[in-house]
């Protein structure tokens, strides 16, 4: 790391959290000048990576300006050895640009395509009981993207758990379930249950991606009993508070939950916002280093594997 590497940190604006008193950040190392990586272990995972949450938001690129562009974004994942995103995007657009770059392609990067709820900030507050999104929903699953239908409702957020009976929620639960579509939900472990609650089958086949795994902190013995409760509850662990120990490994109580549940998580960039993208070497190197102190076998599906299967990649 260089003399002049700078510590930047990103807060996530968590409404949820700060109710709490605890603003929640993450701390990356952002080096003045170009990124300073950490060194290399000996041992970094060093297959192929599926970044299960990234955004593609106007702030990046609108279509025509921005500081990144297809060519920026889609060379920061090959580098890393990201073969395949789950991606979404404020407005929907970035995530259709992507499924129809050439580049893509060219880049070796599979885009599985997610509907986002949002069209601007606004929407974030809204989306759970406005039937204007729903309806919005509903005519870009009709339309699908350039690399395939869409397979997947979100991210979404929940910044108060009973905003999850909203009746446009409600109605998407449903709607997913019915569709076999994946739903990338930004919530608290009671939204989970309150969300799972809106299907058919009382979510045991609603494959939700719970991004972050409970960013509020919800304890460990609680994101057990969920996930034994719903057989395709997942979890994605960009931001998860206490993941990560000494030497950027993972904490004793988080290395046995992914050893029980080998199958049920994955990794995730979560380019919120541009620093994020500034970041993403970071990030992917962080989650390199965690992954390969795992049996190999765990590494790889957790890296790359897990969502490979859910999304029937090769
Ligand atoms: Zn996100």
């Not at 995972?45 to 949450?53: C, E, I, K, R, W």
């Not at 601007?120 to 005519?139: E, F, G, K, Q, T």
């Not at 309150?194 to 939700?208: F, I, N, P, V, Y």
Request: hydrophobic share 45%; aromatic share 10%; charged share 20%.
């Amino acid at each position: 790391m260089g003399a002049r590497a700078v510590r930047a940190v990103i807060c996530k604006p968590f409404r949820a959290v700060a109710h709490a008193g605890r603003p929640l950040c993450a701390m990356v190392l952002v080096a003045l000048g170009g990124l300073a990586a950490p060194p290399a272990g000996a041992a970094d995972y060093s297959g192929p990576l599926f970044d299960a949450h990234l955004h593609y938001n106007q702030e990046a690129w609108n279509g025509q300006a921005g500081p990144h562009p297809p060519a920026d974004v889609l060379a920061r994942m090959q580098r890393n050895g990201v073969k395949a995103i789950v991606a979404n995007s404020r407005p929907n657009d970035g995530t259709k640009a992507l499924a129809a770059s050439p580049l893509t392609r060219a880049a070796g990067v599979t885009v599985v395509p997610f509907i986002r709820l949002y069209r601007n900030r606004a929407d974030y507050d809204n989306w759970y009981r406005d039937d204007s999104i729903h309806d919005m929903v509903l005519a870009e699953y009709a339309r699908g993207t350039a690399a395939g239908p869409f397979k997947g409702i979100g991210e979404f957020h929940l910044y108060d758990s009973g905003n999850a009976n909203g009746p446009v929620a409600k109605k998407l639960m449903a709607f997913a379930e019915d569709k076999g579509l994946a739903v990338l939900a930004h919530v608290d472990d009671a939204a989970i249950d309150l969300l799972m609650a809106h299907t058919a089958t009382g979510g045991r086949k609603l494959r939700l991606i719970w991004a972050h795994t409970g960013i509020g902190g919800t304890p460990v013995p609680r994101v057990d009993a969920l996930f034994a409760r719903y057989p395709l509850l997942m979890g994605e662990l960009s931001y998860r508070p206490g993941l990560t120990c000494a030497d950027g490994k993972l904490c004793p109580e988080w290395r046995a939950l992914v050893l029980k549940y080998p199958d049920r998580f994955m990794i995730g960039s979560d380019t919120w916002v541009n620093q994020r993208w500034a970041a993403y070497d970071e990030l992917m190197k962080g989650y390199r280093t965690w992954l390969g102190d795992l049996p190999a076998e765990v590494a790889q599906r957790i890296g790359w594997g897990n969502g490979a299967a859910v999304f029937g990649l090769r």
